[in-house]
């Protein structure tokens, strides 16, 4: 008999009939009376001096309602990290200067589209254009313009990690290897552009409709970049299109939309083109990795050195929380004794930088394990065995930053060459072909608060009724990734209900229980999933209290909720629907309703987070040898993700960062000059389409978190990382070409390839 | 310069006037309210467009509305008979989880619609070709193609 | 960015929309599918002020073929009509070939090859293997119809030899001579569905080992779809030999003029041209020998 009534299954995803209708309302799909549109213009320069804005032809354009430029707005800058105000550098429109092609410097909102865009020509700016920096050594190197006064040397977060006397663990190693790994920049590349739709009540206050996967970090930011006070604003998440970490911070369209909606009290819509998304949209880091390692002759991992640059483009957006995560990363797969990191964030010209599925891990493990493979050749040591034999375990403490609560790393190894035959075809390569390996670890959302939240990370709040069934109330965000059917399927597991028992409101900053930081570092299902259980904990009390009184049930009695019913576990006859229950409780209470708050914050866990994910993955690929074309086959996933709580949902979450993981390592890369975008359409920034899709084939290994909501942790985030580390070495395995720097193109493969191997 | 057209959607007709610049996906969203039909990207790259014009799958981000006159539109809100009896495509989407954020979804089913129509019994190669048009971020694709499958099975039963 | 504002017409006859084009002048333009002229006009890339929709004109939306005239493609044909249509993928593999590579279904489902060829991008897609054929286009205007061999096609990126107000009405392709193989070979360096980096058409005209003749065309590696001369000379009256292949395809290389740009370098365009004409060259030796 299963353990659990509804945990494990797989429930068809809510709102998916709304969505397969065309029911569902994203932001962009609402439309109020009167309401207004909005374009932004953007810098044609990388840095310039705004000298002069003149925006009176636009203003009197017919049918232009509204034009502001930076100096309309409040000299108040923003960022995500609030607990550190000196990393907070935007405004809602540039004031004097633009620091990348694409900076927003003037908005206008008319009444329809074509107006507001012409009007956006009519606007005429003078810059006085300055010197620029597109790649970090030149922000690094002597002479070179500071692109934000406060940071003479353009780096503008570090973050430094020491564990051990690593000199000595050094001397103490047999072998040391350094190499040196650059990785490049993509796209979020979700589906819906970036929408905002802002409304001010003649009260003043305003209410916001944006796609965003933070509702609540809008809110605050908004309030402050507009000297409002947070309750004046009410943020709601109507469906969003994706978003993939590009879409977690308040945006200057954001702020244009509410000031101006205020300013001519009509409703502002902002929608970006796709053109504007690939030509000035958040990117994943482009980082270069410096990587020192050293270990015993049989393997064994002593010290590692490592040293990232990121290139944060001309923002810090999310950069300082990358800059923190990817000198995580750099040690929670393998143990050392000894563990050095440098990472420095340094602006640059190039369109800003932010957090995009994996959060510095895809980079960081795309270093990490190439050079496994690097170190395993040099020493003649079967790549799978150099890593069973470092790979860290439950209970293990990662110095200063936390210990491991559950972890099946090493199961994970075993599984996939299992499966994937990794070493019969490893030993009888076919020509042209090739099989490679990549493995991660995952956070299950940060601990960290630099946001600086004052409420809980999570909370639920549940109002019971006598008709059986129940609302929940989050401020968690469903962006796709199907946390609106997690948390009332962990609440229907808890409370015995069926789904259909459940309505669940979500994301909506005035409705919705303070507070919730959001949907990123895949923190949702274990942070706000067990703020969740602990609002269920406590309606159970009052609900068991109420069948305890009605059946004078010795008070030494566990009751149990099931099938719709609460009773009692040694007398199931004593019991009563969960309705019943409901209607007694409140009539104990003369008629006030029954609601119960819960809430979940991350205490004593360390400095990273409550619980790691782990995985390996193969890669099996086909190189043509003539045209240095690589096709990827068949890619074998074992993945540990704790309790597996929606089967369907965590393949799903899998198979997507196998979609984009196989993008980011062989086609999607930005084609820059001078810090301009040159592709700018899909047809020109290519994501993998159905036809590039390899065979894939995913094992769970069922770990229990005790962190976790029934044992549960991060699924499919992490993923994203050892799908390009794993296609590359496919990729040396099939031609002898070895990417250090990615992505992997037919040109290097062509270049890069030695006739000899396979 | 401005046209006065009927549009035939979903079997019914709407009467608009409209620029000749304007695309059909801009009248559809805009002025008949039909938000389900999506803009991903407008160049006719993504596909989350998608629409049937007399039967063919297009991308409505690329097609003027005035060149639809007297043609058969069918959008997403087209596909299901009632509020309860969804299109077996629809069924199949929700049911082998290809939906994860919905903005691809409708013209994913549209580009089912229209292979299944001219395709019954679809090869995996075949399904893939037919929504390689349809970018999405979200799935892998895997269970989109699992879901066409089985629509395809299902609309076969019924027949 | 919305659409440039412009007029919209949609004669039913070629007369009509030929006279309209002559009225209407400078900045008019045909649209079949529209697909490339509608993100052209939104990019603001050219300046339309009036759009004649040639798709309501029958005539036009015809494929036709006889043994002595050959194949008639008119000019809204779609590329999924042409890459399904069963007679010209049984004679005309190759031209169905190129069809079913150009861009995606819903695209596919609205576009013309006329289009395709009018749009005059150098990567156009069904450019070459209609050169290789020796496909000639229809043109009308207000003066009158003319015949345009395809190789005298293209003067230009974006540039044809057609004048303001001349209408392309059908391409025509010759019936293949007796022993002829076609074949189509593309390469986009990143993903399936993509725009091709470099694409070669080529139709060998066999006697049985013995290529009798030999017509290869390169796109995307010169302003426009290009004749590989010396490939083309060094295949006549030989023995089609896997060594041959290689150095027609070598021969091919040095000919072309390819750019580096954001989808491919001039030398990986350069590399690809000798593959694709080597194996352009193999698939319609094989295709003869069927």
Redesign the interface.
């Known amino acids: 008999m299963d353990k659990y009534d509804i945990i494990g299954k797989?429930v068809?995803?809510n709102?998916?009939?709304?969505?397969?209708?065309?029911?569902?309302?994203?932001t962009?799909?609402i439309?109020l009376p009167g309401m207004l549109h909005g374009r932004i213009l953007r810098s044609p320069y990388a840095h310039a001096r705004i000298l002069n804005i003149d925006t009176s032809r636009a203003e009197a354009l017919a049918g232009v309602k509204c034009v502001i430029t930076g100096n309309d707005l409040p000299d108040i800058k923003f960022g995500n990290w609030r607990l550190f105000t000196e990393t907070q550098d935007e405004t809602g429109l540039a004031r004097d200067r633009v620091r990348f092609i694409g900076d927003e410097v003037a908005a206008v909102a008319a009444i329809d589209?074509?107006i507001a865009?012409e009007a956006l020509s009519l606007i005429r700016v003078e810059y006085e254009e300055l010197p620029a920096s597109f790649d970090i050594d030149t922000s690094l190197g002597k002479g070179a313009p500071i692109i934000h006064d406060p940071f003479k040397n353009n780096i503008s977060v570090v973050r430094k990690v020491a564990n051990g006397d690593l000199d000595k663990a050094f001397s103490e190693c047999d072998y040391i290897r350094e190499d040196v790994f650059n990785v490049h920049a993509i796209s979020?590349?979700?589906?819906?552009?970036c929408s905002s739709l802002a409304k001010c009540d003649p009260d003043g206050k305003i209410t916001l409709w944006t796609s965003t996967q933070t509702p609540y970090m809008v809110q605050c930011l908004l309030a402050s970049a507009l000297g409002m006070r947070e309750n004046d604003i009410r943020v709601i998440k109507p469906?969003?299109?994706?978003g993939?970490g590009a879409k977690m911070e308040l945006r200057k369209w954001d702020v244009c939309a509410a000031f101006m909606a205020k300013k001519t009290g009509k409703p502002v819509k902002f929608t970006l083109?796709?053109?504007e998304e690939l030509a000035t949209g958040r990117r994943r880091h482009p980082m270069r990795l410096f990587s020192k390692v050293g270990c015993k002759k049989d393997g064994t991992l002593v010290a590692k050195d490592l040293k990232i640059l990121l290139d944060g483009g001309a923002y810090n957006a999310m950069g300082p929380t990358a800059t923190f995560l990817c000198g995580n990363f750099g040690l929670m797969l393998y143990k050392y004794k000894s563990y050095r990191f440098l990472g420095q964030h340094v602006y640059t010209n190039n369109p800003p930088s932010s957090a995009i599925r994996g959060f510095g891990s895809p980079q960081s493990y795309f270093a990490t394990e190439t050079q496994m493979n690097l170190i395993a050749e040099d020493l003649g040591i079967d790549p799978i065995e150099i890593r069973r034999m470092n790979a860290v375990k439950t209970g293990d403490v990662i110095p200063e930053l936390s210990t491991i609560g559950s972890c099946a790393f090493s199961e994970c190894l075993d599984k996939v060459i299992e499966v994937s035959g990794y070493h019969e075809k490893r030993k009888n390569p076919k020509k042209g072909r090739g099989i490679g390996i990549g493995c991660y670890s995952f956070i299950s959302g940060g601990v960290f608060n630099w946001f600086n939240t004052q409420y809980p990370f999570s909370a639920a709040e549940i109002r019971a009724f006598a008709d059986g069934t129940v609302h929940l109330l989050t401020m968690a965000s469903d962006?796709?990734?199907?946390s609106d059917t997690i948390l009332p399927q962990i609440l229907a597991e808890e409370l015995g209900l069926k789904m259909e028992d459940i309505r669940i409101t979500s994301a909506d900053t005035a409705t919705t229980p303070q507070a919730d930081l959001g949907s990123w570092g895949s923190r949702v299902t274990l942070m706000a999933g067990n703020a969740v259980i602990d609002a269920a904990k406590k309606l159970k009390e009052i609900l068991f209290g109420a069948v305890t009184a009605h059946y004078n049930l010795n008070v030494i009695h566990e009751l149990e909720c099931k099938d719709g019913r609460i009773f009692s576990q040694v007398r199931p006859d004593k019991g009563l629907t969960f309705g019943q229950a409901v209607a007694l409780a409140q009539k104990f209470n003369r008629g006030v309703p029954i609601v119960t708050r819960g809430s979940y914050t991350p205490r004593g866990m360390g400095m990273v987070t409550p619980a790691f994910s782990f995985g390996a993955q193969v890669a099996e690929v086909e190189v043509d040898e003539?045209?240095?074309?690589v096709e990827v086959k068949k890619m074998w996933t074992a993945h540990d993700c704790g309790t597996v709580l929606n089967p369907?949902?965590v393949?799903?979450q899998l198979?997507?960062?196998?979609?984009?993981g196989l993008g980011y390592v062989?086609?999607e890369q930005f084609?820059m000059e001078k810090g301009k975008t040159?592709?700018t359409?899909?047809?020109?920034y290519?994501?993998?389409?159905?036809?590039?899709?390899p065979v894939?084939e995913s094992i769970c290994i069922e770990t229990y978190e005790k962190e976790g909501p029934y044992g549960a942790k991060e699924a499919g985030e992490g993923l994203v990382g050892p799908t390009a580390p794993a296609i590359a070495d496919a990729v040396y395995n099939a031609v002898g070409y070895r990417c250090m720097d990615m992505p992997i193109?037919?040109?290097k493969v062509?270049k890069g390839k030695k006739d000899s191997l396979n | 310069m401005k046209h006065l057209i009927t549009l035939k959607v979903n079997g019914d007709d709407y009467t608009v006037a409209c620029d000749s610049s304007r695309t059909l996906n801009e009248v559809l969203r805009e002025d008949l309210g039909l938000t389900g039909t999506k803009l991903g990207c407008g160049d006719g790259d993504c596909g989350a467009c998608t629409v049937l014009i007399d039967g063919d799958s297009v991308s409505s981000c690329l097609t003027l509305a005035v060149s639809c006159e007297g043609k058969e539109i069918t959008t997403v809100e087209g596909l299901a008979k009632s509020g309860e009896e969804l299109h077996p495509i629809q069924e199949a989407f929700i049911e082998k989880g290809a939906i994860q954020c919905g903005f691809c979804t409708a013209g994913m089913e549209m580009s089912a619609l229209n292979l299944l129509k001219k395709n019954p019994s679809p090869t995996e190669p075949e399904i893939r070709t037919a929504i390689s048009g349809n970018l999405c971020r979200c799935t892998g694709y895997y269970k989109i193609i699992e879901a066409i499958h089985s629509a395809a099975e299902t609309m076969k039963e019924k027949q | 960015m919305g659409l440039s504002r412009f007029d919209y017409y949609a004669p039913e006859t070629i007369g009509d929309a030929c006279e309209l084009a002559g009225k209407l002048g400078e900045g008019t333009m045909f649209m079949a599918g529209g697909t490339d002229l509608l993100i052209k006009a939104k990019r603001r890339l050219l300046n339309v002020s009036a759009v004649i929709d040639i798709k309501k004109i029958k005539e036009l939306n015809k494929i036709t073929f006889d043994e002595k005239e050959g194949l008639v493609i008119g000019s809204t044909v779609t590329l999924t009509e042409i890459e399904n249509h069963p007679l010209i993928k049984e004679k005309y593999p190759a031209i169905a070939d190129a069809a079913a590579a150009t861009a995606n279904v819903q695209i596919r489902n609205m576009a013309s090859a006329a289009g395709n060829l009018c749009n005059a991008a150098p990567s156009a897609e069904n450019a070459p293997v209609l050169l290789a054929m020796g496909a000639n286009v229809t043109v009308e205007g207000r003066d009158g119809k003319r015949i345009i061999p395809l190789d005298k096609f293209f003067t230009g990126p974006g540039q044809t030899v057609l004048k303001q107000g001349e209408l392309l009405t059908a391409i025509n392709v010759p019936v293949p001579p007796k022993g002829a193989g076609t074949s189509y070979q593309h390469i986009s360096a990143r993903g399936k569905v993509d725009i091709s980096s470099v694409c070669v058409g080529a139709m060998l005209v066999m006697k049985g080992d013995i290529c009798e003749d030999a017509r290869i065309f390169l796109g995307a590696v010169a302003p426009t779809p290009m004749m590989a001369k010396n490939a083309q000379e060094l295949l006549k009256g030989k023995k089609i030999t896997e060594e041959l292949l290689q150095t027609a395809g070598i021969e091919a290389s040095k000919e072309c003029k390819p750019i580096t740009d954001m989808r491919a370098s001039k030398e990986y365009r350069t590399l690809m041209v000798a593959v694709l004409t080597g194996r352009a060259i193999d698939e319609s030796r094989r295709r003869a020998a069927k």
């Open positions: 797989s068809p995803r709102h998916t009939k709304d969505k397969a209708t065309g029911a569902a309302q994203y962009d799909d439309k589209k074509d865009e979020a590349c979700y589906l819906e552009p469906h969003v299109g994706g993939f083109t796709r053109e962006i796709g990734q199907g003539k045209t240095g074309r369907v949902s393949e799903g198979e997507g960062s196998i979609h984009m062989l086609s084609a040159l592709n359409t899909f047809l020109d290519k994501m993998p389409s159905a036809l590039d899709m894939s193109t037919p040109e062509l």
